[in-house]
Nanobody
Framework: VQLQASGGGLVQAGDSLRLSCAAS????????MGWFRQAPGKEREFVAG????????DYGDSVKGRFTISRNNAKNTMSLEMNSLKPEDTAVYYC???????????????????WGQGTQVTVSS
């Protein structure tokens, strides 16, 4: 699976932003998808994950209640709706995929095989 993330930008605290991830290659509906982020000097952090058919989602504690992950298997896309953004949300955001027959959502970056190039999100105070 090849991934292309987009939608990042510079916003103010409290604003909203929507990230998109376009996938190509093998069957998108057979992949567990996730969003991760990495701020300068910090480890890559799990943001959100979604099962193959989109029936289950999982979120990192710092974004729970503010971010929403979704996917459209017919269009081979995944999105991350980010609301009430905070300066601490500033990071490079990556989409990731793992082909699997499992119904699990993976929270570790080591469990994902394919990565997009990242899109910068900057939230000013």
């Amino acid at each position: 699976v090849q991934l292309q993330a987009s939608g990042g930008g510079l916003v103010q605290a409290g604003d909203s932003l929507r990230l998109s991830c376009a996938a190509s290659g093998r069957a998108f509906s057979s992949t567990v998808m996730g969003w991760f982020r990495q701020a300068p000097g910090k480890e890559r952090e799990f943001v959100a994950g979604i099962t193959r058919n989109g029936d289950q989602t999982d979120y990192g504690d710092s974004v729970k209640g503010r971010f929403t992950i979704s996917r459209n298997n017919a269009k081979n896309t995944m999105s991350l709706e980010m609301n009430s953004l905070k300066p601490e949300d500033t990071a490079v955001y990556y989409c990731a995929a793992r082909p699997t027959y499992s119904t699990a959502i993976y929270r570790s970056s080591r469990q994902y095989e394919n990565w997009g190039q990242g899109t910068q999100v900057t939230v000013s105070s």
